[in-house]
């Protein structure tokens, strides 16, 4: 399976950087986390890393060339394992639409027999467990 990593918003509102170096060539075999360039905006020099696990089949853009938030990167081919194959089938991949700056990629939606894992976000400390010491209201004078 194919992946096309794009230039992600890298904060600060800017919307396109320049390559300064790439760190991996066509059919090297890459790790997520991995760094796959150096980026340079107005506001900073950073290495971009790899998303996922895989091999390069293609690099976007020279060294020098100007890169805008959203336009492809790279081109990722993904090898999933048997036992991740069962799961890859069913997370359907959707593409994202907001309005302004936000992130750049993509959501997966999980399928009837998929799990996703909860977190406490939105939870309040009572559900929890946790308690909380009830605030005093003063009177005005």
Known sequence: ??????????GEG??????????VEKGGRV???DPLCTMETDKVVTAIPSP??????????????????????????????SSEKGAADSVK?????EEGAGVVGTLE?????????ASKEGVS????????KQAKVLPLL
Do not use: C, Q
């Open 1 to 10: 399976m194919r992946y096309i990593f794009k230039f992600p918003d890298i």
């Open 14 to 23: 800017l919307d396109e950087g320049r390559i300064i170096e790439w760190h």
């Open 31 to 33: 790790k997520m986390g």
């Open 52 to 81: 996922k696990d895989g091999i390069i089949v293609a690099k976007f853009g020279k060294p020098g060339e100007t890169i805008h938030v959203g336009s492809a990167l790279v081109e990722i081919e993904i090898e999933a394992d």
């Open 93 to 97: 991949t959707e593409a994202v639409e």
């Open 109 to 117: 939606v999980a399928g009837n027999n998929i799990v996703l894992s």
């Open 125 to 132: 400390a009572t559900e929890t467990g946790v308690s909380k």
